[in-house]
């Protein structure tokens, strides 16, 4: 029996490619449908890379371009480190840079420096990435439906692209971290205006209403790069920074998942009649002992050891999900938002 999936792809810049992992298992397993996906900025990325590929090829045709959206973020020059890297581990290298995290230039130019201060020489490192998806294929009708978030500018709310809205412009303002990025202007159908852009994660990171339609399934399983839980109190700067970002990216994630704990228990003591809402599933894909072992420093330089490394993480986290709780798909929630708000 085939089981239908909605998939909520957070956004980490290149610790998505931990999703790349989690979504190249998940393709393997023709048991699982992806109905639809919701993602920012790296899920963003992914999930438009697996719509089109799917539309293309089918599920080795997603793997395929998944493949290939993670060899040229790998290969994103202006967003890495020098090149004395090329040549190191995986594992020591991430030692190295938690080290050297505080000292980063990129982080160092990111606070100092605004991205509107380099006048004609600006180029977003994304665009050439982002240019190569075939959106014809990404606006497919077939597969997966494909929803990416991105926060206005001017009224801090989230906006939801998906359809023949998904463009460029709309994955690049999903990705655009405004001290790194100027943000990304597009037309809003509902104003008529143009409006600024930047990250999704600000206000949906991903967003989980868009699959909330009744002909979706009940499933949403959700890829988490940013730890929700770390134990120990940051003292250091760079630590309280890095704390401080995670915590503002799960913010949004976090206040949906707590109005479907509120819709739950209401239906569950009688207050709410069964199927005035939907009913929502929750599960999770995630590695947060590997994740804290991490920061923005990583977040920020695709270096092809830790993509790797990531992707790996992925697939065996993706694998251990199915083994314990593919039973559960269409039938019960695997993540406990009781404990979770209580």
Known sequence: MVKRINLALQGGGAHGAFTWGVLDRLLEDEALEIASITGTSAGALNGAALKAGMARDGRAGAKASLDRLWARMGAVGDM??????????????????????????????????????????????????????????????????????????????????????????????????????????????????TEAYWDGGFTGNPALFPLFRDDLPDDVVVVNINPLVRAEVPKTAHDIQNRVNEISFNSSLLRELRAISFVQRLIEDGTMEQGRMKRVLVHMI?????????????????????????????????????????????????????????
């Open 80 to 193: 890495r480190m020098a090149n004395w890297i090329a040549g190191v581990d995986a594992s020591p290298l991430l030692n190295t840079l938690k080290v050297m995290a505080p000292f980063s230039p990129i982080e160092a130019m990111s606070q100092a420096v605004s991205p509107y201060s380099y006048g004609p020489f600006y180029r977003n490192p994304l665009r050439p990435v982002v240019e190569q998806f075939d959106f014809g294929e990404v606006c497919a009708d077939a597969g997966p439906d494909l929803y990416i978030c991105a926060t206005s500018v001017q009224t801090g709310k989230v906006r939801v692209f998906s359809g023949t809205e998904v463009s460029t412009d709309a994955i690049l303002a999903s990705a655009c971290l405004p001290n790194l990025f100027q943000a990304i202007e597009l037309p809003n159908p509902k104003t008529g205006q």
């Open 286 to 342: 995630a590695d947060d002992d590997l994740m804290t072992r991490l920061s923005v420093t990583t977040k920020l330089i695709p270096i092809p050891q830790i993509l790797h490394m990531l992707k790996t993480a992925g697939r065996e986290a993706a694998e251990g999900f199915l083994d314990q709780h593919m039973n559960d798909l269409g039938h019960r929630q695997t993540v406990d938002l009781g404990a979770m708000f209580g």
